[in-house]
């Protein structure tokens, strides 16, 4: 983007434009699924403490903003709670068996809705698409989630055009991702998104991310 | 490995066999980068958890058994501190800033040499590899590490045969990774040679491995 990037507003963000405030939090919550939640966090906090000129930062945050037993049993504490987080400019709503319960908790359905209210881009990982379902975020939005829950998702919301086949969908203001590892993926093209494709190439590059699955 | 699995011990394990008792440490310290710890743990624990008819569980140590806090910030907690560790099987070596300072450390060293008398298979992420050079482990064998820690790996022990194109390297009872993200290709290499590739096929379904860089 070179000496153009501050004429250069991306989508997604604050009409405040780039600036260092801008912030990106990612939920945590009993029973996320942890890379769900910490692939993502890789690849925005490298880009964020490699890449401070870019002007933004990242954090995890929980509703007390203690810490959190994931789904496979690491527990992760977060940075902030929700009355304690920065404005954010991005949510990242992981998944997780821990979705299930959200999908009928109100408290964490009104919170979901709120912050569709004042966060510009809204994302998920996995089942985390369940829960933006479920608090009517998706309505007639194509969105994705984990393979094995893709009929749940079209349960929830017959009106969701539903892509088995992407490993995430960005439709501007609302980007979901495929199953777990996908998560990587989908933050990587926020990067790319956000501050041009030559820095997400830098942050690929950082994590050294050429995958070869050996089976 | 069908009805013959219990008379096809895999290489790296006790020789007691296949068994309920069979345990994968991934060890946590300060400044350990946060994917090269929770790639291998996403894997590693979806196995072991879904699959706990293959005996195997993993949990995460740390020095004392108390949290650490990770190179990007993280803070996460360990299962197990040294002292109360179950006996391992195969131990997982991540990398991160924080291996920096354990190459002089002489009681890191040490506890290093020791788990490489005990544990039958010694494996590392990133620059988890420099650790193991700096023990000695890595003495006229092939392995690799992080991208920009290629020479500092030939520096620390000039007998290496350092394989800098290899994802990973699998030199019997140690296997080394490149950087940060390699750590999940690697432990779906564990999974295929400890429980079979269809298990480990089984494993890259459920964390919906089929990763699609967007840049």
Redesign the interface.
Request: net charge negative.
């Given at each position: 983007m070179g000496s153009n990037a501050e004429d250069d507003t991306p989508a997604g963000t604050h009409e405040n434009g780039p600036g260092p405030d801008r912030h990106i939090g990612i939920l945590l919550f009993e029973g996320v699924?942890?890379?769900d939640a910490?692939?993502p966090?890789?690849v925005l906090?490298?880009w964020t403490?490699v890449f401070p000129q870019d002007g933004w930062s990242v954090s995890?945050l929980s509703r007390s903003g203690g810490?959190v037993t994931c789904a496979?049993?690491?527990?992760?504490?977060a940075?902030h709670g929700f009355d304690d987080a920065p404005p954010l400019d991005v949510l990242v709503h992981p998944g997780g068996e821990g979705t299930r319960p959200q999908l009928d908790d109100e408290a964490h359905l009104a919170w979901v809705r709120r912050m569709r209210d004042e966060v510009p881009l809204m994302t998920s990982v996995?089942t985390g698409s369940l829960v933006y379902a479920a608090a009517g975020l998706l309505r007639d939005r194509p969105a994705t989630t984990?393979?094995a829950a893709l009929g749940l998702l079209a349960e929830l919301d017959p009106s969701i055009d539903v892509r088995p086949d992407d490993?995430?969908v960005d439709d501007g203001d609302v980007v979901t991702s495929?199953?777990?590892?996908?998560g990587?993926?989908m933050a990587?093209?926020l990067?790319?998104r956000l501050a041009g494709?030559a820095r997400?190439?830098d942050v690929?590059?950082?994590?050294?991310?050429?995958?070869?699955?050996?089976?």
């Open positions: 699924e942890e890379l910490i692939g966090w890789e906090s490298h403490q995890c810490p496979k049993g690491l527990v992760v504490h940075h996995c984990y393979h490993r995430f495929s199953g777990v590892s996908a990587i993926d990587l093209h990067v790319d494709t997400a190439q690929r590059r950082g994590i050294q991310y050429d995958p070869d699955p050996p089976v």
